[in-house]
């Protein structure tokens, strides 16, 4: 890779409980994502991934270890400095987490709103244009009680898309979809690692959608597993 990579993961140990009830539930992790990469983690269901994900997106404090995103340590950093970092970083979660009381534009906007640059009276042009490219320009006002599970899925993911963020991270983000569907939506990740060399992190059950992806890495127990590339038979 010609470019630095945007995430280093160095010797990362993370735990659940405290005392007797403490357990380790990821084991030396080290791992780097360049520009403009795609990575899908695999593994099976509580080995870790997720915790990784949240990990590196932030939403986590690191206890032992280093992680760098955009060159900057996590590991100790304020909260000013966490929020600097998270406007650079799409989140696609499985749970949707939608707000209920807002329509689906509304809840697009809600991360431009993290971008001071973005000027409030081009919230809803934005929100709107990236709704229609997942496919739901007929759902523009309608709010999530109203929107199938796939629906709601699209609109977390316009939502995690529509400020061109440097980093997705994503969160089993084809699950409530069918096979067009997710087929589209994983062609939207595509177009935007291409042209914003925007890097995506994809934690997925999905064998539908790996041929996206650049690396494949794979959790288990805690640990991963030696990184493959796509092309590799063995991959």
């Not at 690692?193 to 805690?222: K, P, Y």
Request: proline letters at 4%; glycine letters at 8%.
């Amino acid at each position: 890779m010609s470019q630095p990579p945007i995430v280093i993961i160095q010797h990362l140990n993370y735990y659940f409980g405290e005392g007797g009830l403490k357990r380790q539930i990821l084991f030396d992790i080290n791992l780097e994502i360049y520009p403009g990469e795609i990575l899908i983690m695999m593994g099976p269901s509580g080995s870790g991934k997720t915790t990784l994900l949240t990990l590196i997106g932030g939403l986590r404090s690191l206890q032992e270890g280093s992680l760098k995103v955009f060159d900057r340590e996590l590991r100790g950093a304020s909260k000013e400095q966490l929020v600097e970092i998270r406007r650079n970083i799409g989140y696609i979660f499985q749970a949707h987490n939608l707000l209920r009381f807002l329509t689906a534009w509304e809840n697009v906007q809600t991360a431009l709103e993290l971008h001071p640059d973005v000027a409030v009276e081009d919230y809803r042009t934005k929100a709107e244009s990236m709704l229609k490219t997942v496919g739901l320009e007929q759902r523009i006002d309608y709010y999530p009680e109203n929107l199938s599970g796939g629906q709601k899925q699209k609109v977390a993911i316009a939502r995690a898309l529509v400020s061109h963020p440097k980093l997705v991270l994503a969160d089993e983000p084809t699950a409530a979809l069918d096979s067009k569907s997710g087929r589209d939506v994983v062609g939207l990740m595509q177009q935007l690692a291409r042209e914003q060399g925007c890097s995506i992190l994809v934690v997925t059950h999905d064998n539908r959608i790996l041929d996206i992806a650049d690396r494949l890495i794979h959790m288990e127990d805690g640990q991963l597993a030696l990184n493959s590339s796509i092309s590799d038979p063995e991959a």
